[in-house]
């Protein structure tokens, strides 16, 4: 067989693709040089098929950083029918045989000959019994395989079987040269049994796999597929049984025991061809199984078989006869090697005569084939005709580059126009964007005194004893407030509207925040204390300026200096108090509430801004904490 300098080894699987790079060189031999494997994201079907498979064969060529686009691929053996027969001897030429594997081929399967591709394989049987082994799979499936291969740019070459590839691998690491063993392959949808005896070989393909699993858990606890397989990733195990104390997580202890009941069945699957292989196909007893595919990585897989079969189980090496490259990714490879078992004996078909060498290339494949011989010979009389063709086409030339010349500069012109349309446009999305900042900021900028008149004049009302814990917004008030009186309706002065641009409308009680909810704290002071006021000097003469505005008093603010630190107490401003001295029977937080009152900024009726609660601290006997509920003549308007 000719040896490529690099090839791609494709295995196309009933829920992943693996794909690994071998390189062959001339001395012998075959170095891997990358490797990769992508989930399908779909389940496999005849509509989809292609789609699924191009989506992920393109994901998992492009993140393995593949360097080469010829392709050898394999199929799953769920995708294909296998079938043993044992033939007389015939001494007869090859197509006879192939006559009589045909006939026997048209009575096992269940479609037309003309809609499925086939092979076959003659294998050494017992005594003087010839035994052939033939695989048939529907034209669809390869098409629809190979169609996707050339989606991604791919070449493919040859289309071979995995039970095939699988066994090929497993004779190149000499399983069976000796003894009967056995392979089985546990993957997703599906296992293959291989039986290894010699040159006898005996294959089976077994609907149980690790979707099997996922299926199981998926109905146990009522989750997704998707769920289902994190869990089974997260927590499979197969359970040990018997005496063995279960794992704490009783998720964990349902999982294992469901892997163990699917595991029961594959082992009852095996069993069974066990004892077809030894009473049908007159083989030897195995005394070794190897396990192979993403599924049997599962731990104790090998100790429950090896505890049910009564025989010694280990884990196949498919690379024992391959060389690794420098640049390589070991510990990687070390931990998904037991998904590439069948790349690796698909690659060796490009090196090696294997023992199983099925092709199910299908005839559009075998004429791109042939084509591929006829190409250089083809090229040459294109290349005839385009010298013909290339006379009249500078016949042609002056006359198309006259047009085409006419043609660039219209639509340079129009390129032009387009560009400066659309730099309009940006302009004019600019200026809206302009307008509509400034529209939100003249609306801030008309109220934006607001807030500092409210904390300012609570600030100035607020005796020096008081503090304030927090200051919160109320929807309405607690309790409904009492209607004013005939007096107490009378319109007052508001601060806000005096600081407002000329000719703003007064806003009603909808448009903003009017009720505050405020919490806070007091410190009764000794009346011993002779230099501690309840209001500072500069509280006292804010305090007048508030009380000036109020009034509606334009005159210049008189001197208060003496009324603050007067010995016979507070005038002016304070008349309300009376004193600017701390009392011995004086209650601050009332003393807060009637500055409040006179403000003017707050509303002064008893029934709206009150005390909402006072009471005493129980570890501190000179603390109050109180509650007063208040509410502005006008409110703090928070939309235009």
Known sequence: MAIQERSLAIDIGSTGIRISEFEYPATGGIILHAFNKVELTDQLSETNRTEVITVALRKAYEDGNFTTKNASISVSGQAAFMRFVNLPPVSEEESRIKQIVEYEAKQNVPFPMDEVIWDYQLISGADEDLEVMFVVIKNDIVESVIEAVVAVGLKPKLVDFAPSALYNVARANHVGDNECCMVLNIGGRCSTLLFLDGQRFFARTIPIGGFSISQQIEKEFGISSQEAETLKRRHGFVALGGAYEEPESEVAA?????????????????????????TQQKGNKPVHLYLAGGSSTMAFTDHFFSEKLRLEVSYLNPYKIVSLSENLDVKKLEESAHFFAETVGVGLRNS??????ISLTTDSLRQQQSFAIRKPFIIFSCFVWMLILGVFILVNNKTVALFQTTAERKAANVERLKKIKGQIEVFERKQKKVFEKFDSVATVLEYRYDWAFFYNTLQVAKPQDVWLKSIKIMSAPKAGPAKRTAKKKKKRASLFASKRKRGSQSASEQDGIIWFDIVGQAIAIPSSDPERLIFSEEQVTEFGRLQANQAGDGAEEQDTDKSASGDNGATGPLDFLGTNRIESDMILSEVFLRSLHNAGLFSSDPAETRILESRFSDKYRNLTTFRIQLRLEEPIVTKR
């Open 352 to 357: 090696l005569e294997c023992p199983v060498e």
């Open 254 to 278: 349902t999982i294992s025991k469901i892997v163990r009941n699917i595991m029961t069945r594959l082992h009852g699957e095996v069993n069974r061809s066990i004892s077809v292989y030894r």
